[in-house]
């Protein structure tokens, strides 16, 4: 049951920043059986599918994205802050509640094709994500689909994604 999850999931009033309620997943990350079960629900929609690439946005992306690629037996590949990737990237900006940020990937990370699963670990608004699937559509990719562990369903952050592409979200707030 994904929702037995929630007992790992720690709230951290006024983080960051005031007014932010984080969801602190470091309780689930040290829990053994409640990783496992995690990285299996999460991967469990993509069993059937034919995937080539898992793509994630650092750093708590890259938690749930190396062991999901691993369990499906596919590659992965990183989403980053600008000046983190060694080689060439592509870059796309992206709107924070005050100014912009900016997201990197390797422009020969994946090839005109290939099917890509995005994943984060939590959706909020949803500009993360939104510029993740950018990048990767830029790079000619397909989008089979988007794994979250969580999202925050008030933000409404669904409303932001190609509403085509799939979302699997395990647990709800
Ligand atoms: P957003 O772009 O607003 O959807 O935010 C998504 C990113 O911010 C994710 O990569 C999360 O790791 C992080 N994030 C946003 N809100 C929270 C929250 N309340 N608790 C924990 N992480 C959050």
Redesign the pocket.
């Known amino acids: 049951m994904p929702s037995r999850l929630k007992q790992f999931i720690r709230d951290i009033p006024n983080f960051p920043k005031d007014g ?4 602190d997943i470091t309780p689930l990350l040290k829990e053994p059986s409640a990783l496992t079960h995690t990285i299996l629900m999460m991967s469990h929609p993509f069993k059937d599918e034919k995937i080539d690439m898992i793509a994630s ?1 650092e750093s ?2 890259f938690l749930f994205g190396v062991p999901m690629a691993h369990h499906l037996n596919v590659g992965f590949v990183p989403i980053r802050k600008p000046g983190k990737l060694p080689g060439k990237t592509i870059e796309e900006s992206y709107d924070l509640e005050y100014g912009t940020d900016r997201l990197c990937i390797h422009e020969d990370s994946i090839k005109v094709g290939d099917r890509v699963v995005l994943v ?10 939104n510029a993740s699937i950018q990048l990767v559509q830029k790079l000619g990719a397909e989008i089979v689909g988007i794994a979250f562990l969580m999202e ?1 369903v008030f933000l409404n ?1 669904r409303s932001k994604l190609n509403s085509d592409i799939p979302i699997h979200s395990l647990l709800s707030y």
Do not use: S
């Open positions: 932010i309620l984080f969801k946005v708590r992306g984060d670990d939590v959706l909020a608004t949803g500009g993360t994500m925050l952050g």
